[in-house]
C-alpha cells in the first residue's frame, strides 16, 4: 500500500476506536502528581518552576478579575505544550494538527471573552467596533469591517495553529525521505540533508513551544480587552 505524506495526520485506530482521546490524555500522566512533602524531586520542582513562570507571563498584563482565567489558561498552554512536543516523537499522533480540535478550544474560549465583555462592559465592548473620531460616512463600513475581525479571531487562531504544526511535520518527512532515498546513492548529500534535518527538528521544537505560547497569549489579550 502506497502511503502518503498526509497520512500521519490522520488520527490511527485501534480495533475501530480513535486513539486521538488516549493521545490528549497521555501528557497528563508525564506531569508528576501534588504531594504534601517538604522536600521535591527535581521533577516537580521543575514542573512548579514551569507553572509559575507561565502563570506570570499571561496574567501579567491582567488585572485582578482577569486572575480568575489563571487555571483555564495555564492548563490550556500545558495541553498544546506537551501534545505539540510529543507529536515531535517517531510513532505519534499530533491532535493539535486537527483543524477539528484547534477550533474547538479556540471558538469556546473567544466567546466567553467576548460574553464575559458583554456582560460586565457593553457599551465599552461595543465601542471597540467603532474607533472614536471616524467620519460619519465611514461608520457603517468601519464597523462591518470591525464585526469581521471580530469574528475571524477564533478562526485565525485555530488555522494558525495547524498550518504551523502541519507545515513543520511535512518538512520533517520530506527531508527524512529524501536523506533515505539519497543514503545508498550520493553519502555526503544524505550526510548534508541529516544535518539540515536536525535543525529543522530543532526549529520545529521552538516552534512548537512558540505556537502554543501564542494562542494562549492571544486569548488572554483577547480577555483583556473585554475586562
Known sequence: MIMSFFDQFT??????????LPSMLFP????PAPNNRWITNRLSTLQLWLLSLITKQLMGPLNKKGHKWAIILTSLMMLLLTTNLLGLLPYTFTPTTQLSMNMALAFPLWLATLLTGLRNQPSISLGHLLPEGTPTP????LVMIETT????????????????LTA??????????????????????????????LLLTILE???????????VLLLSLYLQENI
Do not use: D, E
Open 205 to 215: 521544537v521552538a516552534v512548537a513551544m512558540i505556537q502554543a505560547y501564542v494562542f
Open 168 to 197: 513543520g511535520h511535512l518538512l520533517i518527512q520530506l527531508i527524512s525521505t529524501a536523506t533515505t532515498v539519497l543514503l545508498p546513492i550520493m553519502p555526503a548529500v544524505s550526510i548534508l540533508t541529516t544535518t539540515i534535518l
Open 28 to 31: 497528563a500522566l508525564l506531569l
Open 11 to 20: 488520527s490511527p485506530c485501534l480495533l475501530g476506536i480513535p486513539l486521538i
Open 149 to 164: 475581525s471580530l469574528l475571524i479571531r477564533p478562526l485565525a487562531l485555530g488555522v494558525r495553529l495547524t498550518a504551523n
Open 138 to 141: 465611514l461608520i457603517p463600513a
